[in-house]
């Protein structure tokens, strides 16, 4: 222990510290931090290391280093504040005799108020994510031949893993969960029984209620409820309070004041730790187009951490940046998460690590192996044998699998579709994502892309719609191949009759949607009104509510819509333009519809199908007020292909044309006066 001679909170570098900077009633704190001495004393031997002046939070004395047999590792202050405490620290293990080890790493370590001893387990709960650095996690394992688990911090007034974490004697383990990630949570659960798992609720963590001094069956910590102390006591634990308020004014308690100079190694010795490392390449506009720090974000948000280990910046704005950046995970999972992530962000495996995919047969039909890589919308390379092979039918959310045979191939399939042995790509390695990580020129992005709503914005969806014609005139003339998604809205809004006449005028190549789209459309052919409404006049008409009803059954009579037309019923609106110009159309069924018109697809799988045999090939895809249809068309699409997606909600809008700002954009308006204005610009 370290009296609390400088002892006072001079500085803010937790949550607890703020607002109480120059509020420790120190006279309070010196009979606190003696109250505590006192009872250790009657349990054990305390040693106490000089205070030094300058460093009030060396009262924590916890945080100086950890010791196990006659090893100390001494600690690596995150914070300057911290910093000089080390060197202190340091002598008084020297001259107590122990053998002092610095870890291989030159990152922060925070001692024993981030790395708990799990006597019974002989394990070392290892803290990240607040102060101590996760490449610390390995270092530890190799220097005290232990087994680590790491677990990390997700609340950060429980910045330290003795704040939210203490292990017992008997193998009980009391923690407060919600100061972890769900992965550290899963991890403890694995190891520690439930029947000696002593989870806290808020009121007992925020009173350090797991920041407890465990001498046998002896715990001493600041305060209890009644609930844990029964708890503890059902448990066999003598449960000693004693007040620390003045400590926790600086985020600490019991624990944090002592350090544990008598650990033992464990019997089953052998250093262990799941932590792995990846190292990838960003080459492009790192800076101004965001990259780095989408892809650091990336990194840290997966649960991990990282090294820019090298960087050359791009000095002017056309040239290009490159970062080496090495990464850490806590997991080989969590590192093929993060690694897949930033091969999507167009990142590469460094090439000294370029290795062939690891393949894995599907268990069984439909299923794929634990670590499937999940495709993107980005085209991608697979290494197999030495070469990159580029995947064919590139979607999102499919996995990769690599064909039999002489000449390997590697194709994107659905779960659904994947047959037991299929051999399917796993991890990381041996892939890559083709992805220009370059930003566009400033006029051609702005200009094309999100068009936001409100006052100014008429001219705008003007300029947009305008670029859309020029688009459509552009794949018309080159017999590209245009795909319009449409909801009812499109009728509603009476955008029908300018869809009708895209169709007509060849600049529809197929069109997808629901069963609405085509029941409203013929309501409107057969009896002028959408959803009952008479789109001329725009008010309700008597008995119109039938009429979506009545123009199904009419067509399920024919037979269909195309039988309709043939049979002379249907003469007119967007399906009998699609059934004349022979522009094939797919209908996918949902559970709120009525009918369904016999073109419906019900079977959503066959759906499914049908929309991805139309999408591809797709050169460009309208997306028009429906939500459930572009956004599985969306998932379908790849990469490349111009979306345009017209939406009166802004987040439906941002969501669809968020894939890379050039091939997509978003205009939020309504969608008959788009259909409208862009019919005006193409001169129909
Ligand atoms: P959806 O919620 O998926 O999409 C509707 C979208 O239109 C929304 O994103 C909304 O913001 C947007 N929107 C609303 N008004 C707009 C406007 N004026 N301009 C531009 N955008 C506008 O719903 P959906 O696609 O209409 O329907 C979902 C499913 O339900 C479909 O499969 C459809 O066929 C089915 N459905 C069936 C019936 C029927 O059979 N009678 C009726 C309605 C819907």
């Known amino acids: ?65 950890l010791v196990i047999e006659k090893k100390a590792v001494v600690s690596r202050f995150l914070y300057r504040e911290r910093q000089e405490e080390r060197k202190h620290f340091k002598k008084w293990f020297e001259r107590a005799g122990f053998e002092v080890s610095e870890l291989a790493v030159d990152v922060p370590f925070e001692g024993e108020g981030d790395a708990l001893l799990d006597r019974e387990r002989g394990l070392l709960w290892v803290g990240y994510g607040m102060r101590t650095d996760l490449d610390v996690h390995p270092a530890l394992a190799e220097a005290l031949d232990i087994r680590v688990v790491s677990l990390r911090l997700a609340d950060e007034r429980f910045y330290h893993l003795d704040t939210c974490l203490c ?47 465990n ?70 506009h790192l800076l101004h187009a965001g990259l780095l720090e989408k892809a650091v974000d990336v990194a840290v948000e997966n649960g991990g951490t990282f090294q820019v280990t090298h960087f050359d910046l791009g000095k002017q704005q056309s040239s290009l940046s490159r970062a080496d950046m090495r990464v850490v995970a806590p997991s080989e999972t969590r590192l093929n998460n993060i690694v897949s992530q930033l091969l999507a962000l167009g990142a590469k495996r460094v090439a000294a690590e370029e290795k062939d995919a690891t393949l894995e047969p599907a268990p069984v039909d439909g299923v794929a192996p634990e ?39 590697v194709r994107c399939s659905l779960f659904r579709n994947l047959r037991k042995g299929d051999q399917v790509v796993t991890g990381s390695e041996g892939l890559r994502t083709l992805r220009k990580l370059r930003k566009p020129a400033p006029n051609g992005e702005h200009e094309f892309s999100f068009m936001g709503g409100g006052a100014s914005s008429e001219r705008r969806v003007d300029l947009v ?79 119109g509510h039938r009429h979506h009803l009545a123009a199904i059954n009419t067509i399920r009579r024919c037979g269909g819509i195309r039988q309709a037309v043939e049979q002379g019923v249907l ?86 044309a968020d894939r890379g700002s050039l091939e997509s954009v978003g205009v939020v308006t309504d969608v008959g006066l788009f259909l409208s204005l862009l019919s005006q610009r193409l001169g129909l």
């Open 167 to 213: 292990p017992l004697q008997g193998g009980y383990l009391v923690y407060y969960p919600r100061a972890f990630d769900a992965d550290s949570i899963i991890q403890i659960e694995q190891i520690v029984p439930a029947d000696k798992r002593i989870a806290i609720g808020d009121d007992d963590a925020t009173a350090f209620a797991c920041n407890i001094v």
């Open 465 to 543: 719609v305008e670029r859309i014609a020029w688009e459509m005139r552009r794949w018309r003339e080159q017999k590209g191949k245009i795909v319009v998604v449409g909801g009812p809205v499109v009728i509603h809004t009476g955008g029908g009759e300018h869809l009708a006449s895209l169709v007509r005028n060849g600049y529809v190549q197929a069109l997808l949607g629901g069963n609405a789209i085509a029941v409203h459309d013929i309501e409107q052919a057969l009896l002028g009104t959408s959803l009952g409404v008479d789109l001329v006049r725009g008010a309700p008409v008597d008995h």
């Open 371 to 409: 670590d499937f890589y999940a495709s993107t919308i980005y085209p991608t390379e697979v290494r197999v044998g030495g070469k990159w092979l580029k995947v064919r039918n590139q979607r999102m959310d499919g996995v990769l699998v690599v064909e039999p045979g002489g000449k390997p191939a």
């Open 1 to 65: 222990m370290c009296a609390p001679v400088h002892y006072g909170v001079e500085y803010v570098i937790n949550p607890w510290m703020a607002g109480n900077v120059h509020r420790v009633m120190h006279e309070n704190a010196v009979k606190q931090w003696d109250g505590l001495r006192n009872r250790l004393e009657e349990l054990v031997d305390v040693e106490l290391v000089e205070p030094a002046p300058g460093l009030p939070d060396m009262v924590f004395t916890a945080n100086g280093g």
């Open 215 to 284: 001498v046998g069956e002896n715990v001493i910590l600041n305060k209890v409820s009644p609930e844990l102390h029964e708890r503890l006591t059902q448990a066999g634990f003598h449960v000693i309070e004693t007040p620390l308020d003045e400590f926790m004014k600086a985020g600490g308690a019991a624990k944090c004041l002592v350090l544990q100079l008598t650990n033992h190694a464990p019997a089953n010795g052998g250093a262990a730790t799941s932590v792995r490392e990846g190292l990838v390449t960003l080459e492009g």
């Open 571 to 656: 003469t007119r609106g967007v399906f009998y333009e699609c059934v004349k110009a022979g522009v094939p159309f797919a209908l996918a069924g949902s559970i709120r519809d009525d009918g369904p018109l016999p073109d419906t697809q019900m079977n959503l799988i066959q759906a499914q199908d049908d929309y991805t045999r139309l999408v591809r090939g797709a050169d460009m895809i309208l997306m028009l007020g429906s939500m459930l249809h572009s956004i599985g068309v969306g998932n379908m699409t790849p990469s490349g292909v111009r979306l345009a997606c017209i939406d009166i909600n802004p987040a439906v809008v941002t969501k669809l």
